[in-house]
């Protein structure tokens, strides 16, 4: 009969510690970042009507002037700087318009009264497509005011 021992050193012991520890480390690195771009996709946010789009901003607390204008545009197949810096304003507030590469959809815009100490020439974009809320902004585009904010206004 043969028997196998086995004699571990006190570094043998530290490295198997050290290997356990790293493979557990990126184990839950991996799954905490998975579970945490689930959680960050924003809910469907409905904006059909013009009801709907008024009390999406006053979530944030803004007061909006008179009547909407509308336009409809094409999102671009391929992004220069300015989309892609665009974009990252829209994943920072839960959307993310690279789902819509190529679609036509709706820009409304709002004139927002009570924005700080800018009372003139703030407006509130609102990007829909198949009355669905995909993104916008709060802006001043005026040379000597000029800002793009998110919906929170950072």
């Not at 008179?66 to 829209?90: A, R």
């Not at 703030?122 to 000597?144: H, P």
Request: net charge negative; glycine share 8%.
């Amino acid at each position: 009969m043969k028997m196998l021992t086995l004699k571990l050193k006190p570094k043998m012991i530290f490295g198997l510690v050290l290997v356990v520890t790293g493979v557990a480390v990126i184990a839950l690195t991996f799954l905490s970042n998975h579970l945490q771009k689930e959680q960050s996709v924003s809910a469907i946010i409905s904006a059909s009507t013009d009801e709907e789009r008024r009390n999406y901003l006053a979530t944030y607390g803004w007061e909006v002037d008179g009547d909407f204008q509308e336009k409809e545009l094409t999102i671009p197949e391929s992004w220069n700087k300015v989309y892609s810096d665009y974009n990252q304003i829209q994943i920072n507030q839960g959307f993310d318009l690279s789902n819509y590469k190529g679609k036509k959809v709706k820009l409304y815009t709002y004139v927002i009264s009570n924005y700080k100490d800018k009372k003139q020439g703030v407006v509130a974009d609102m990007l829909v497509c198949d009355g669905v809320l995909i993104g916008g902004d709060i802006c001043n585009t005026s040379a000597e005011n000029g800002f793009l904010v998110g919906f929170n206004g950072e």
